[in-house]
Every structure is written in structure tokens, then in C-alpha cells.
């Protein structure tokens, strides 16, 4: 008798593969919104400019309307339209973007859990334009002329459009992924690396690194400032530590019946 033949392992059709063939069609699902929002704001790229341009307008830079900025190379307008709605289209298509997350996230949830996907979008993305708006709203407007004016008198400022542009973009993003702390919390808890108690023990160190994060934010010498990033972004740190409580994971059950005295 022939020795019986092994069946070979069908590798397609592994757990592994299945969850990396799933992972990169959420991918190429997440470049396309991408790319079709950086399309939309790319339209519309001077209005982005002149509004990320608005916090110029409380600092010597604005004059008889206007607000003095250069651009010093050939390309730089199209570099700096391309960057630009590159980063306006990935607010555009966040909530898209965190559709394909869930999606992915979505099969290794209880039941009762996936009913949150509509308030987990939502409020991902309502986080992130929340934090953006804030340090355009609050911070910006103090920060920028400061900054512009720091050696008032004894030099000229001449603002290069892409370098401003550049670290505004970025200030706001930011403050957008540091809003998104408590969506954070969520799914790190729901994946077992953290949990509320360690983040309970940690607040010491949260605080510590919040007020250095907010001191190197908002370079001015006025502490009010200084709070007025520090303390949202705590309130966010507190909440955090509340939803990870909330989305704890469940105990694990008992294999075995507890061993009787003897």
C-alpha cells in the first residue's frame, strides 16, 4: 500500500492571507477617497490659500489689505498647490478613510460593539476638523504675529508663502490627530495594548508631556496661551482614559470550575 498522501496547505486560503488581502483592498479603497479629495480642494486652491493666509492679517505683514508673501522658486506654486490639497483632500476624505478602517477593525468586534461605527466615523472626524479649527480659531491668531514680529524693527520680514503654508499646514494637523486621542484610546484598548488603569497611572506623565507639547506649540512668552493648549488637550487625556474604561475588554471566561476543598 502507498504511503497516503499528505493534502498540501492551501496557503490563499490562511487566515493571514485573508486579513492581508482584505488590509490591502482597504488601502486601495482609502487612496482613491484620497485621491479624490485632494482633486475637489486642489480646484479650489486659492480660497485654501487665502484662508490658511488669514492669521497674517493681525501681523505687520498686513498692509492696506494685503497680505505680503513671496514665492522664491519657479515651481514652488505648484509644489505648494499640489502639498497643500494633498492635506485639504485627507480632511475630505477622513470619514471615508475611517469607513475603511472600521471596516477592517469591524470583523474581530463583538456584535453589540459594531453598532458604534457610525459615532466611531463620525466623531473621528468630527475630532479631527475639531482640533484643526481650534488652533486656527485660538492659537494661530496670537502665535503668527508674534512670531512675524519677534524682531520688529531690527529686520524686514519678507515671508516665503511655501515655508508659512508649510508650518501652518502642519500646526493644524497636529492639533487635528491630537483631538483624536480618545478615538485613539478606543481602539488601542479594544486591542488589548492599553487599558484605562494604565492610563490612569500614567497621568502624571501625560501632563508632563502635554505642557512641554504645548510650550514648544505656542512659543510666546504668555502663559495664557500656553493653557490654552495645554488644558483641551488634557480634557482630551481624561476623556481617554473614560472611553477606555467604557470599551474595556470583557474578562476572559473561566476554562475550568473552581477545585472543591477537600
Same mark, same amino acid.
Given at each position: 500500500? +502507498?504511503?497516503? #498522501?499528505?493534502?498540501? #496547505? ?8 485573508? *486579513? ?21 480642494? !486642489? ?8 484662508? =490658511?493666509?488669514?492669521? &497674517?492679517?493681525? +501681523?505687520?505683514?498686513?498692509?492696506? @489689505? ?19 490639497? &494633498?492635506?485639504? @483632500?485627507? /480632511? ?30 463620525? /466623531?473621528? @472626524? &468630527? ?6 479649527? !481650534? ?33 501652518? #499646514? ?25 487599558? *484605562?488603569?494604565?492610563?490612569?497611572? @500614567?497621568?502624571? !506623565?501625560?501632563?508632563?508631556? =502635554? ?8 512659543? #510666546? ?21 473614560? &472611553?477606555?474604561?467604557a470599551f474595556r475588554l470583557p474578562p476572559p471566561e473561566e476554562d475550568e ?6
Amino acid at each position: 500500500m +502507498s504511503p497516503k #498522501t499528505v493534502p498540501s #496547505t492551501d496557503l490563499k486560503s490562511a487566515p493571514l492571507f485573508d *486579513h492581508l488581502d482584505e488590509l490591502r483592498k482597504r488601502l486601495v479603497f482609502s487612496v482613491i477617497f484620497l485621491v479624490i479629495g485632494a482633486s475637489i480642494a !486642489f480646484i479650489y486652491r486659492v480660497q485654501l490659500i487665502d484662508w =490658511i493666509k488669514g492669521p &497674517l492679517q493681525y +501681523s505687520q505683514l498686513y498692509v492696506d @489689505g494685503k497680505v505680503q508673501v513671496v514665492t522664491y522658486t519657479l515651481t514652488e506654486p505648484l509644489l505648494l498647490s499640489l502639498n497643500l490639497s &494633498l492635506w485639504a @483632500g485627507l /480632511g475630505l476624505a477622513l470619514p471615508f478613510i475611517l469607513g475603511q478602517v472600521w471596516g477592517f477593525i469591524a470583523p474581530g468586534l463583538y456584535p453589540s460593539e459594531r453598532r458604534w461605527a457610525v459615532p466611531f466615523i463620525v /466623531g473621528a @472626524g &468630527l475630532s479631527f476638523l475639531g482640533g484643526a479649527a !481650534f488652533g486656527y480659531k485660538l492659537v494661530l491668531p496670537t502665535m503668527v504675529p508674534f512670531l512675524v514680529g519677534f524682531l520688529a524693527g531690527a529686520v524686514t520680514p519678507i515671508l516665503g508663502l511655501g515655508t508659512y503654508i508649510g508650518t501652518v #499646514t502642519t500646526f493644524l494637523v497636529a492639533f487635528g490627530l491630537a483631538f483624536e486621542m480618545p478615538i485613539l484610546s478606543i481602539i488601542l484598548t479594544r486591542i488589548g495594548i492599553v487599558n *484605562h488603569g494604565m492610563l490612569r497611572k @500614567g497621568w502624571r !506623565f501625560a501632563l508632563v508631556g =502635554i505642557m512641554i507639547a504645548a510650550a514648544v506649540i505656542t512659543p #510666546t512668552p504668555d502663559p495664557t496661551n500656553m493653557m490654552l493648549v495645554a488644558v483641551p488637550l488634557y480634557v482630551l487625556y481624561e476623556l481617554s482614559v473614560l &472611553l477606555s474604561r467604557a470599551f474595556r475588554l470583557p474578562p476572559p471566561e473561566e476554562d475550568e470550575s473552581p477545585a472543591l476543598g477537600l
